[in-house]
């Protein structure tokens, strides 16, 4: 159900007061529900193309040798040795490329998209299954989603054998894909990722972070929770680490092809002080609360004046803010109109309004205007 407010034209400014509507705000909520007063999204534009990274994306490597240099790194910070090719680079065999890349900047909690290849002419199928163009996105340098050849590795014509949280699309040596959409080697792969580190307080563990996977379009990691650091063989549990770290990809020794890599980071909702069941800081929400009574407040020419419109607008104040000048005006306001009520058509709408605040426990029901 919506609202629909019209406004006649007129050459004066209408001042539109959203109106009590849905639940009021409480102590772990700045807003009520369905707040017009809550502040809008930005806009951001979608990419020209599926994959190609939005407006508000910082673009990690766009095809260019200047982005490769200006982004990425060696393990040491210094010049990656990793090869450039036709708008994408790539890792030599046999660690002659001076091993890992990772990106110069740090972020945490981020939206991710990148896109690899593997090269049916170098996949070493004679070095075992581990060595079909390995390497890794490794997220913070902490939590790794496997990048393999994994086309062949799959129930009913498993031609390559592989382990199961070590194939494209895992977290590794953790959980398997559900599925397995990988393309033939030659045909480029896409990982889309959505990251959430896990969240300390005080070195205890509020929420062990999660990671959803889309690849090739495919959802094969749902929301999963990280149960450890990555590791190879042995499991390393969750240990604190800086809020921001390097996405790094593994050099493994083996020729993976990279491109179109952007990110976009993303809040994490245990930040969120003012509007969360989960984090919310009560003193912050109050304050958040009050600096939107007074917003709407100031917004009223008269707040004595005996109108269906003020006591609505009053009423509208308090939610936010049942205390002081403003629940003064507001007891004011309603009693004046109680004295002298309009129509039944306008006590049933100011009546509305009062339901929302006697539903939550901000006025009594005695407040509401009896309907003559």
Not at 37 to 62: T, Y
Request: with cysteine; hydrophobic share 35%.
């Amino acid at each position: 159900m919506k609202r629909v407010f019209v406004l006649a034209l007129a050459s004066a400014p209408v001042i539109l007061f959203a109106g009590l509507y849905g639940d009021t705000p409480d102590a772990k909520h700045a807003w009520s529900v369905h707040d017009y007063n809550r502040p809008k999204p930005v806009k951001v534009e979608p990419g020209a193309k599926i994959g190609q990274p939005p407006s508000d994306a910082i673009v990690l490597f766009d095809g260019t040798i200047e982005s490769l240099k200006k982004n990425w790194c060696n393990d040491q910070g210094g010049d990656t040795a990793w090869k450039i090719g036709d708008g994408y680079f790539y890792s030599a065999p046999n660690w002659k490329n001076g091993g890992n890349i990772r990106t110069r900047a740090e972020f945490g909690d981020c939206q991710l998209h990148i896109e690899f290849r593997h090269d049916p002419e170098n996949l070493f199928a004679d070095k075992g299954p581990q060595m079909r163009g390995n390497s890794g996105v490794f997220l913070m340098n902490n939590y790794e989603i496997q990048v393999l050849e994994s086309y062949y590795t799959h129930d009913g014509e498993c031609k390559v054998d592989n382990y199961t949280d070590g194939q494209a699309g895992s977290v590794y040596a953790e959980n398997p894909p559900m599925v397995n959409p990988q393309k033939k080697p030659g045909e480029w792969q896409v990982y889309d990722i959505v990251f959430h580190q896990p969240v300390w307080k005080d070195s205890k563990l509020l929420h062990p972070g999660s990671v959803t996977v889309f690849f090739n379009g495919v959802l094969v990691q749902d929301h999963w929770e990280m149960e450890g650091l990555t590791t190879h063989c042995r499991r390393r549990p969750l240990a604190p680490h800086k809020r921001v770290g390097p996405l790094l990809l593994q050099d493994h020794g083996c020729v993976v092809q990279f491109r179109n890599i952007w990110y976009r980071p993303l809040p994490s909702r245990w930040d969120n002080k003012t509007h969360s069941t989960l984090s919310a800081d009560e003193a912050e929400v109050m304050k958040l609360r009050r600096e939107t009574a007074a917003r709407l407040f100031k917004k009223i020419a008269d707040p004595k004046a005996a109108t269906a419109e003020n006591v609505k607008a009053l009423a509208e104040v308090i939610s936010y803010a049942n205390e002081g000048v403003y629940k003064e005006a507001f007891l004011s306001a309603l009693a004046a109109y109680k004295a002298k009520p309009g129509n039944a058509n306008e006590v049933k709408g100011v009546n509305s309004a009062l339901d929302v605040l006697v539903r939550n426990a901000v006025i009594p029901a005695s407040a509401k205007i009896s309907v003559k």
